[in-house]
């Protein structure tokens, strides 16, 4: 499997990005989605994920009612819509796959079998 997520970049507090990660080589709906970010001197935290069927989405309390995770099952692409964005929001995000195998980890790092290289996602005050 490869994931390679883009569509980050530098916006003004307030503004909006819409990250992308691209799936390839495996099956896509065989794997739920996550996204993860990591701010500099900080530990990798969960944002959101969605299950392989699409029907189930779950958020970081940070983001909640800000950010939107979505599944584009004809291009085996996973989105981030990021609104409302913060300076706090400023991090390298990644996007990361796992298997399913009965039950979706979706907040575990540890669980996720495939990880893209991350996007730098900047907001200014």
């Known amino acids: 499997v490869q994931l390679q997520a883009f569509g980050g970049g530098l916006v003004q507090s307030g503004g909006s990005l819409r990250l992308s990660c691209a799936f390839s080589?495996?099956?896509?709906?065989?794997?739920?989605m996550g996204w993860f970010r990591q701010a500099p001197g900080k530990e990798r935290e969960f944002v959101a994920a969605?299950?392989?069927?699409?029907?189930?989405?779950s958020y970081a309390d940070s983001v909640k009612g800000r950010f939107t995770i979505s599944r584009g099952s004809a291009r085996n692409t996973v989105y981030l819509q990021m609104n409302s964005l913060k300076p706090e929001d400023t991090a390298i995000y990644y996007c990361?796959?796992?298997?399913?195998?009965?039950?979706?980890?979706?907040?575990?790092?540890?669980?996720?079998?495939?990880w893209g290289q991350g996007t730098l996602v900047t907001v200014s005050s």
């Open positions: 969605i299950s392989w069927s699409g029907r189930s989405t």
């Open positions: 990361a796959a796992q298997a399913d195998r009965g039950t979706y980890y979706y907040a575990a790092d540890g669980k996720y079998d495939y």
């Open positions: 080589g495996r099956t896509f709906r065989q794997y739920g």
